[in-house]
T-cell receptor, first 115, second 111 residues
């Protein structure tokens, strides 16, 4: 069975500081991995995804994530936080190859950006 | 522009009422999903569909039902709403590579 663990339900950073949101997964097969962002009273928006190939993936709004198989991790980073980055972030995993079309989500991390 | 439409966005209703939450998509994809999300919590899959006349229950047991008569339409129905049904309901459409695209959600409050 696949699962996702997001370390830290709440992360607070200062504007301009590094953002690091942690995600670890478990999967019996090579996973597809995703990061989504949710702003208040909205649905989820895809930030970036890893399927195969390059392990460092770049997404929208200056975010990137690195797939580390040995650590079963897919941490999300952004070099310099902006006030507009304040939101809830969800990591998700899916079995690869399209054989399972369902995503398993982590519990989410609320990012607060202080001026 | 939105390709996934959820209506209503907000709904306050009394106990015992029948409600239908609408989800429509213009993306032409076969796979659609309903999630339930309580404030500050993770998403729980309650229903999914891989195409017309195909519906399955998700990982979280739900008293709601769904139908898929047309590719673009995936409504969710509660026959008798209860306060325990108060939550946010998110509809999603599955694209290639297991990506899912989400609607803006319906926030339901049952009094």
């Amino acid at each position: 069975a696949q699962s996702v663990t997001q370390l830290g339900s709440h992360v607070s950073v200062s504007e301009g500081a590094l953002v690091l949101l942690r995600c670890n997964y478990s999967s019996s097969v090579p996973p597809y991995l995703f990061w989504y962002v949710q702003y208040p009273n909205q649905g989820l928006q895809l930030l970036l995804k890893y399927t195969t190939g390059a392990t460092l993936v770049k997404g929208i709004n200056g975010f990137e994530a690195e797939f580390k198989k040995s650590e079963t991790s897919f941490h999300l980073t952004k070099p310099s936080a902006h006030m507009s980055d304040a939101a809830e972030y969800f990591c998700a995993v899916s079995l690869s190859g399209g054989s399972n079309y369902k995503l398993t989500f982590g519990k989410g991390t609320l990012l607060t950006v202080n001026p | 522009e939105a390709d996934i439409y959820q209506t209503p966005r907000y709904l306050v209703i009394g106990t015992g009422k029948k409600i239908t939450l609408e989800c429509s998509q213009t993306m032409g994809h076969d796979k659609m999903y309903w999630y339930q999300q309580d404030p500050g919590m993770e998403l729980h899959l309650i229903h999914y569909s891989y195409g017309v006349n195909s519906t399955e229950k998700g990982d979280l047991s739900s008293e709601s039902t769904v139908s898929r008569i047309r590719t673009e339409h995936f409504p969710l129905t509660l026959e008798s709403a209860r306060p325990s049904h108060t939550s946010q309901y998110l509809c999603a459409v599955g694209g290639g590579g297991d990506i899912q695209y989400f609607g803006a959600g319906t926030r339901l409050s049952v009094l």
